[in-house]
């Protein structure tokens, strides 16, 4: 079973960024596709952000395009999702989540993911 650990969650003002990063402990990230997630207070866990495995293809929520970024650092072993210009509305638990071996497209729907973090938090005041 995959660890995935997040880290770099925080309290920023609106329009300040954060970084997020997510490592895993077996094989390396470059083997895997994976996703951003977010779950705000009394609501679902919705995707944000996701990296194919197998060209490096992104895809993103529309409510993050042009504002997040998420990139794969193979020598670092470690996945990042850049959030810029914050809104209150971003805050959330945010969580990395790995899809099986084998699955190397983008999946927008949790259930398809198998391995996920603890979740970091990132709280945007206004």
């Known amino acids: 079973q995959v660890q995935v650990v997040e880290s770099g969650g925080g309290s920023v003002q609106t329009g300040g960024s954060l970084r997020l990063s997510c490592t895993i402990s077996?094989?390396?990230?470059?083997?895997?596709?994976m996703g951003w997630f977010r779950q705000p207070p009394g609501k679902e866990r919705e995707f944000v952000a996701g990296i194919s495995r197998r060209d490096s293809t992104t895809d993103y929520a529309d409510s993050v395009k042009d504002r997040f970024t998420i990139s794969r650092d193979d020598a670092q072993n470690t996945v990042y999702l850049q959030m810029n210009s914050l809104k209150p509305e971003d805050t959330a638990v945010y969580y990395c989540a790995v899809r099986p071996l084998g699955y190397p497209g983008i999946a927008t729907r949790p259930n398809y993911y198998n391995a996920w973090g603890q979740g970091t938090q990132v709280t945007v005041s206004s």
């Open positions: 077996q094989r390396t990230v470059s083997g895997y596709t």
